[in-house]
């Protein structure tokens, strides 16, 4: 085992897009104080747990870099953003709010994985392949221990090459619920070409606010 690679796989905190009640996706929202005070406690319950990384690895976007730089002060690591591990391009959609759009761009009844959000955008393949992409860079840095914190979306394709599963198509598949914060653990034996998922914390799930 000693070629182990670890990884953890974090998502953002609760941005302002989440209160705001709209797609994010590109829409590029920065935390919310709650979101940031999230952050803060899973730094807080890394350190108290002795959790050790080498390195964090996070989104450009606002959400994802705040945190990883919040946790990375914290933990004193060195802080690096990769493009790869953005959300998803979800086009028209990013920054409108949910009511609107079930009315002006309401869902079809099914979007094969090939098939762009609206003409714009990605596919699920399209972020599969990036997600694989960005996997595949942080395995070939060889043995270590790594904080990825991205996105639910293309945390979850990540995790189904992992699997060996398909993109999702039309919300069908596997899914991991990953909360504000949530994480998942798991070990990369490169010698022996096996995944061991040590933890699922699915994080926070705060209510929407009023009105």
């Not at 953002?12 to 590029?28: I, K, M, N």
């Not at 959609?93 to 090939?114: D, I, Q």
């Not at 490169?190 to 705060?206: S, T, V, Y």
Request: charged share 20%.
């Amino acid at each position: 085992m000693n070629d182990c690679i670890s990884i953890v796989f974090l998502r953002h905190g609760r941005s302002r897009a989440d209160d705001e009640q709209v797609h994010e996706g590109r829409y590029d929202s920065p935390l919310t104080a709650l979101g940031r005070e999230q952050a803060a406690q899973r730094a807080a319950d890394f350190l108290t747990r002795g959790f050790i990384f080498d390195s964090v690895t996070a989104s450009p976007l606002l959400r994802a870099r705040e945190t990883a730089e919040i946790i990375a002060a914290t933990l004193h690591l060195p802080l690096e953003t990769d493009p790869d591990w953005m959300e998803l391009d979800n086009g028209v959609l990013a920054g409108l709010p949910f009511s609107e759009t079930t009315v002006k761009y309401p869902r079809p009844a099914f979007r094969n994985p090939y098939e762009q959000i609206w003409g714009s955008g990605e596919s699920e393949w399209d972020i599969y392949s990036r997600a694989a992409h960005a996997l595949e860079t942080l395995i070939r840095r060889g043995p270590g221990k790594r904080l990825v914190v991205a996105h639910g979306g293309v945390l979850n394709a990540a995790l189904r090459t992992i699997a060996g599963a398909a993109p999702a198509a039309n919300n069908q598949g596997l899914f991991h619920a990953f909360g504000d914060t949530g994480y998942l653990r798991c070990e990369y034996v490169p010698g022996a070409h096996r995944w061991i998922i040590r933890e699922f914390q699915p994080g926070f799930f705060p209510e929407p606010p009023a009105g």
